[in-house]
């Protein structure tokens, strides 16, 4: 349905996204995640022909995006980071403009606003002047106008940022149930919005890909290893390195001054008890140990290396 092909947009000197190469089938909800930066919104303005790549091409239900403009926005509900609302209008005056600039057949134009109205729950609002709407609701007045002309796609990016999270709990459950009859694909630097909501994630950063799978595989990828905790009252650089040493032992990490190690491990039955060992034999004074599998959030935070960025909702 969406084929994205060596895409790649400079901004002057400055490289946005590298070479991106992904595909999206009908029906598919694929979570487009990557820290703030990354190069979202410049891929999503691309795929919706709102911009022009560097590098690359984008075909949309076999039409390139650039050649065929047309037929491709046809297809294509956009919800833009930014959404682009009128707040001196009305929401259904709005919702009828967007429908013409869309090209809806005139004869269309009342049924088309009122479904989209109704998916997206607003009919008690459709008389209000935008700029009088809460931010839920103008963000729902954002969706609307994505599916007024009835798109078989919807690109959503970062649908839910500055909600409170009533509303952001209302646009994941309204999500849900767009996903029953639309391919989309929503970007975000939120987790847990691809976690409620898509079934395959690619994940982003600095412009290029770092993992892509469905969230199932990412998540039983990471659960084969462990990560150890180890508290230790005399850490130095040689107990580090014969921890380092030990059959299977992928990393050790000395996370602050206090002696706290992290030792991500394969699977491996023995390690705990062989790394006991050890560290007792060592005689450096083991505080504390403990084990935990890897989460989806460990998987991020390892493929993009930028802790700060990531908002934990
Ligand atoms: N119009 C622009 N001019 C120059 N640089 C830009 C522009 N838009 C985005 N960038 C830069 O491109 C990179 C990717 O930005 P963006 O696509 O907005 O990322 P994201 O949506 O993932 O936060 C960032 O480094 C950003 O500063
Ligand atoms: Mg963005």
Same mark, same amino acid.
């Given at each position: 349905?969406?084929?994205?092909?060596?895409?790649? *947009?400079?901004?002057?000197p400055h490289l946005a996204i590298d070479g991106l190469n992904f595909t999206v089938a009908k029906g598919e909800v694929v979570g487009f995640l990557g820290p703030n930066g990354a190069g979202k919104t410049t891929t999503m303005k691309i795929i919706t022909g709102y911009m022009a790549p560097s590098d690359g091409s984008v075909k949309v239900a076999g039409f390139d995006v650039f050649e065929n403009p047309v037929e491709v926005k046809q297809r294509i509900g956009y919800l833009p980071e930014v959404p682009p609302v009128y707040t001196d209008m009305y929401v259904n005056e709005y919702l009828?403009?967007?429908? *013409?600039l869309k090209g809806v057949p005139s004869e269309k134009i009342a049924s088309m606003v009122d479904s989209s109205l109704q998916k997206t729950n607003l009919q008690e609002v459709h008389k209000r002047l935008i700029k009088n709407l809460s931010k839920g609701f103008r963000q729902r007045v954002g969706i609307a106008q994505a599916l007024v002309s009835d798109p078989e796609i919807l690109i959503l990016d970062e649908?839910?940022?500055?909600?409170?999270? *009533?509303?952001?709990a209302e646009i994941r459950h309204l999500i849900q149930e767009l996903r029953k009859s639309h391919t989309i694909i929503l970007s975000t630097h939120i987790l847990p919005e691809v976690q409620?909501?898509?079934?395959?994630?690619?994940?982003?950063?600095?412009?290029?890909?770092?993992?892509?799978?469905?969230?199932?595989g990412l998540s039983r990828k990471m659960s084969r290893g462990q990560r150890i905790f180890l508290k230790i009252r005399r850490n130095s650089k040689e107990l580090?390195?014969?921890?380092?040493?030990?059959?299977?032992?992928? *990393?050790?990490?000395?996370?602050?001054?206090?002696?706290?190690?992290?030792?991500?491990?394969?699977?491996t039955e023995d390690l705990l008890e062989r790394l006991s060992d050890h560290v007792v034999k060592k005689g450096v004074g083991l505080l504390e140990m403990r084990s935990s599998t890897f989460n989806l959030e460990d998987i991020f935070l390892k493929l993009t290396g930028s802790e700060s960025h990531i908002a934990k909702h």
């Amino acid at each position: 349905m969406i084929e994205v092909t060596n895409l790649t *947009k400079r901004y002057g000197p400055h490289l946005a996204i590298d070479g991106l190469n992904f595909t999206v089938a009908k029906g598919e909800v694929v979570g487009f995640l990557g820290p703030n930066g990354a190069g979202k919104t410049t891929t999503m303005k691309i795929i919706t022909g709102y911009m022009a790549p560097s590098d690359g091409s984008v075909k949309v239900a076999g039409f390139d995006v650039f050649e065929n403009p047309v037929e491709v926005k046809q297809r294509i509900g956009y919800l833009p980071e930014v959404p682009p609302v009128y707040t001196d209008m009305y929401v259904n005056e709005y919702l009828t403009f967007v429908a *013409k600039l869309k090209g809806v057949p005139s004869e269309k134009i009342a049924s088309m606003v009122d479904s989209s109205l109704q998916k997206t729950n607003l009919q008690e609002v459709h008389k209000r002047l935008i700029k009088n709407l809460s931010k839920g609701f103008r963000q729902r007045v954002g969706i609307a106008q994505a599916l007024v002309s009835d798109p078989e796609i919807l690109i959503l990016d970062e649908p839910t940022v500055g909600l409170d999270p *009533k509303q952001v709990a209302e646009i994941r459950h309204l999500i849900q149930e767009l996903r029953k009859s639309h391919t989309i694909i929503l970007s975000t630097h939120i987790l847990p919005e691809v976690q409620a909501s898509c079934e395959r994630i690619i994940i982003i950063n600095r412009g290029r890909i770092v993992a892509e799978d469905s969230l199932e595989g990412l998540s039983r990828k990471m659960s084969r290893g462990q990560r150890i905790f180890l508290k230790i009252r005399r850490n130095s650089k040689e107990l580090v390195d014969s921890i380092a040493s030990l059959d299977g032992v992928r *990393k050790v990490e000395s996370v602050d001054g206090n002696g706290v190690l992290h030792v991500d491990t394969d699977e491996t039955e023995d390690l705990l008890e062989r790394l006991s060992d050890h560290v007792v034999k060592k005689g450096v004074g083991l505080l504390e140990m403990r084990s935990s599998t890897f989460n989806l959030e460990d998987i991020f935070l390892k493929l993009t290396g930028s802790e700060s960025h990531i908002a934990k909702h």
